[in-house]
């Protein structure tokens, strides 16, 4: 799993293998919430995004062994 951004600051590490890998997006947010209360609250903040194997996961995504799974904060830009 990696963090980005304020993400990453909140929970104080960029990259954490979670063993074994749940099988949705929803599981693995719960093992977080377990672990890290602060981290989960920030995860479901305002325009955080998950993406799955670099692509942008709508609802609760379906996870695999070895899936990549990286949170993003919100963005802007221009």
């Not at 993400?7 to 947010?29: H, I």
């Not at 995004?49 to 609760?60: H, P």
């Amino acid at each position: 799993m990696l963090l980005f951004g304020r993400l990453r600051d909140v929970a104080g590490w960029r990259e954490r293998v979670f063993e074994p890998v749940p099988a949705r997006l929803s599981a693995l947010k719960a093992m977080i919430r377990s672990a890290d209360p602060a981290l989960a609250d920030a995860l479901e903040g305002p325009g955080v995004q998950a993406a799955v194997d670099k692509v942008l996961a709508r609802g609760d995504a379906a996870l695999h062994p070895g899936a990549e799974v990286a949170f993003l904060p919100p963005m802007s830009g221009g």
